[in-house]
């Protein structure tokens, strides 16, 4: 078995986005910029922020949050993103979702600059994916696609079965993982909590991405011998073991399905840091208008 590690590439991407930054500052260039906006005080939403801000601070990215509460009106927020979409020296931004019930997050989302989407969840980058056309993309799946990259994991031919349909895993990985793009030219089966014979299908994976939020939900005795597993799942659970009080669990039973995998992704310490990297690279892109031209 060989151990993804999160923790490694992630530093290493880093270390090449700070110098990038580095040859920024000495052309004089400003230096790349991602703000986020976060409603309320989710324990989890709270640690994605902090650590997002704590990676532009490493990579020498300014970085602004803005925090509303709860009872904010989706005017209020829609009035926010308009503000970021018109502030030249903001170059991305993030909402953190989930936000309250009583705020649509299709139309914040929807309301956001594309050429600023830097999580890659307007409907404008999510299409320009599709087809194969410069987007952002989200940034889990770009960093599974890292991963890939870097370990140099083929997936040409392949048979990949992706577990979970959501618009920000699932549904983009299933995409990316079956154009014609290396990594890519996989054969994908996009597998979702109505797919019957589930073990079945999943046994003949080459490439398994769990992505459904069901803690060890994949065992040993789903998975053959060889296959390469990509375990996206994060469920935060109580522990008196750790200081926080909470450990992060992923979908994975990892003990044993280690022991059949050729590669496989921890948690922690895997697909989650690449996650914050993407959104690093995307800013970057971002201020160097490499997907969108600047205006
Ligand atoms: P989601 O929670 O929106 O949806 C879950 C999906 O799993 C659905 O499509 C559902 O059909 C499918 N599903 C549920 N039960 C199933 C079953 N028994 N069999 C087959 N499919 C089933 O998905 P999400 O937002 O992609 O989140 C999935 C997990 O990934 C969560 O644990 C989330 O915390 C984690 N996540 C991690 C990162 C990261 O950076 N590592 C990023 C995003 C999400």
Redesign the pocket.
Same mark, same amino acid.
């Given at each position: 078995m060989n151990l993804i590690d999160g923790n490694k590439i992630s530093a290493e991407v880093k270390d090449e986005i700070a110098l990038e930054v580095t040859r920024m500052k000495e052309r004089g260039e400003k230096v790349p910029h991602l703000a986020a906006l976060i409603v309320g005080h989710d324990g =989890?939403s709270e640690t994605y922020v902090g650590n997002k801000e704590k990676a532009c601070k490493q990579v020498g990215f300014d970085s602004t949050v803005i925090r509303f509460e709860e009872s904010v009106t989706e005017k209020e927020i829609l009035e926010k993103v308009n503000e970021f979409n018109n502030n030249p020296s903001i170059d991305g931004f993030i909402i953190q979702l989930p936000l309250p019930k009583h705020i649509s997050e299709q139309k914040v989302i929807e309301a956001i600059d594309p050429r600023k989407d830097v999580d890659g969840f307007h409907p404008i980058n999510l299409g320009r994916m599709v087809i194969g056309l410069p987007a952002y993309v989200s =940034? &889990?799946p770009a960093?599974i696609i890292e991963l890939f990259k870097r370990y140099k994991i083929e997936t040409s031919g392949k048979n990949v079965v992706v577990?979970? /349909?959501?618009? +920000?895993?699932?549904k983009p990985i299933s995409i990316l993982l079956s154009q014609k793009a290396s990594p890519g030219d996989a054969t994908v089966t996009l &597998?979702?909590? /109505?797919?019957k014979n589930?073990k079945e299908v999943v046994s003949r994976a080459d490439i398994v991405i769990a =992505?459904?939020?069901?803690p060890e939900?994949l065992t040993a005795d789903m998975v053959k011998d060889g296959a390469v597993v990509i375990d *996206?799942? +994060? &469920?935060r659970v109580k522990s008196e073991k750790t200081k926080s009080g909470w450990k992060l669990i992923g979908?994975v039973k990892f003990d044993e399905v280690s022991q059949k995998a050729s590669f496989i992704t921890p *948690?922690p310490g895997?697909?989650?840091l690449? &996650?914050?990297v993407s959104l690093l690279q995307n800013t970057l892109k971002a201020a160097k208008g490499e997907i969108y031209p600047k205006k």
């Amino acid at each position: 078995m060989n151990l993804i590690d999160g923790n490694k590439i992630s530093a290493e991407v880093k270390d090449e986005i700070a110098l990038e930054v580095t040859r920024m500052k000495e052309r004089g260039e400003k230096v790349p910029h991602l703000a986020a906006l976060i409603v309320g005080h989710d324990g =989890a939403s709270e640690t994605y922020v902090g650590n997002k801000e704590k990676a532009c601070k490493q990579v020498g990215f300014d970085s602004t949050v803005i925090r509303f509460e709860e009872s904010v009106t989706e005017k209020e927020i829609l009035e926010k993103v308009n503000e970021f979409n018109n502030n030249p020296s903001i170059d991305g931004f993030i909402i953190q979702l989930p936000l309250p019930k009583h705020i649509s997050e299709q139309k914040v989302i929807e309301a956001i600059d594309p050429r600023k989407d830097v999580d890659g969840f307007h409907p404008i980058n999510l299409g320009r994916m599709v087809i194969g056309l410069p987007a952002y993309v989200s =940034a &889990t799946p770009a960093g599974i696609i890292e991963l890939f990259k870097r370990y140099k994991i083929e997936t040409s031919g392949k048979n990949v079965v992706v577990i979970g /349909r959501s618009n +920000i895993v699932g549904k983009p990985i299933s995409i990316l993982l079956s154009q014609k793009a290396s990594p890519g030219d996989a054969t994908v089966t996009l &597998t979702h909590s /109505r797919t019957k014979n589930l073990k079945e299908v999943v046994s003949r994976a080459d490439i398994v991405i769990a =992505a459904l939020g069901n803690p060890e939900f994949l065992t040993a005795d789903m998975v053959k011998d060889g296959a390469v597993v990509i375990d *996206v799942g +994060i &469920t935060r659970v109580k522990s008196e073991k750790t200081k926080s009080g909470w450990k992060l669990i992923g979908d994975v039973k990892f003990d044993e399905v280690s022991q059949k995998a050729s590669f496989i992704t921890p *948690v922690p310490g895997g697909v989650g840091l690449m &996650t914050i990297v993407s959104l690093l690279q995307n800013t970057l892109k971002a201020a160097k208008g490499e997907i969108y031209p600047k205006k």
